[in-house]
């Protein structure tokens, strides 16, 4: 069974500063995977999108990274910025076109002026 | 604007009276799902469903039903509401790609 894991489960850090946050996930075969944003009592806004076959992704200020064989994937935010203060969720979905997502509990992201 | 809406948006009921969540998308996705989400065990799949009356069970089905009568409908349906349902829900479609998730509904059983 499928099993994602965002660690920290919160993190503080001052504007302006490039941040790393991570999600690791059990079972490899996987068909894409996915980064999310939440704001408080709000929707999940999709982020980016990973397939299996590649290595990263950007928008913007925002890249992230697979690496499928060990189960890793990176969200690098440069150059932080108070109003990407949130909650980022890392989903994947399992091979074969599956249409599960396993999420992962999320990151609490603080971002202070 | 592309997008999906839930309603109720705030839900508050009692142990054992039915009750009827919507979910609407204007995108003419075919995918649809449920998901809820709690405190500690982050989202988790109720149901989702590939087309017009196909569905399937996620993760965590008991206690839901749904049906999916039209391609931009798919309500979620608590028949006898427990407390362990008290949950944040949320109702996602997609096609391929980047899938699409309505505001959410809070929803407390006593």
């Known amino acids: 069974k499928q099993e994602v894991t965002q660690i920290p489960a919160a993190l503080s850090v001052p504007e302006g500063e490039n941040l790393v946050l991570n999600c690791s996930f059990t079972?490899?075969?996987?068909?894409?995977l996915q980064w999310f944003r939440q704001d408080p009592g709000k929707g999940l806004t999709s982020l980016l999108l990973?397939?299996?076959?590649?290595r990263e992704q950007t928008s913007g200020r925002l890249n992230a990274s697979l690496d499928k064989s060990s189960g890793r994937s990176t969200l690098y935010i440069a150059a932080s910025q108070p109003g990407d203060s949130a909650t980022y969720l890392c989903?994947?979905?399992?091979?074969?076109?599956?249409?599960?997502?396993?999420f992962g509990q999320g990151t609490r992201l603080t971002i202070n002026p | 604007e592309a997008q999906v809406t839930q309603n109720p948006r705030y839900l508050i009921t009692v142990t054992g009276k039915k009750l009827t969540v919507t979910c609407s998308q204007n995108?003419?996705?075919?995918?649809m799902s449920w998901y809820r989400q709690d405190p500690g065990l982050g989202l988790r799949q109720i149901y989702y469903?590939?087309?017009?009356?196909?569905?399937d069970k996620g993760d965590v089905p008991e206690g839901y039903k749904v049906s999916r009568k039209e391609k931009r409908n798919f309500p979620l349906i608590l028949e006898s509401p427990s407390p362990n349902q008290t949950s944040l829900y949320f109702c996602?479609?997609?096609?391929?790609?980047?899938?699409?998730f309505g505001p959410g509904t809070r929803l407390t059983v006593t």
């Open positions: 989903a994947v979905r399992g091979d074969q076109g599956a249409q599960k997502l396993v």
């Open positions: 079972d490899s075969a996987i068909y894409n």
């Open positions: 990973i397939q299996s076959s590649q």
């Open positions: 995108m003419n996705h075919e995918y």
């Open positions: 469903s590939m087309n017009v009356e196909v569905t």
């Open positions: 996602a479609s997609w096609n391929v790609g980047k899938p699409y």
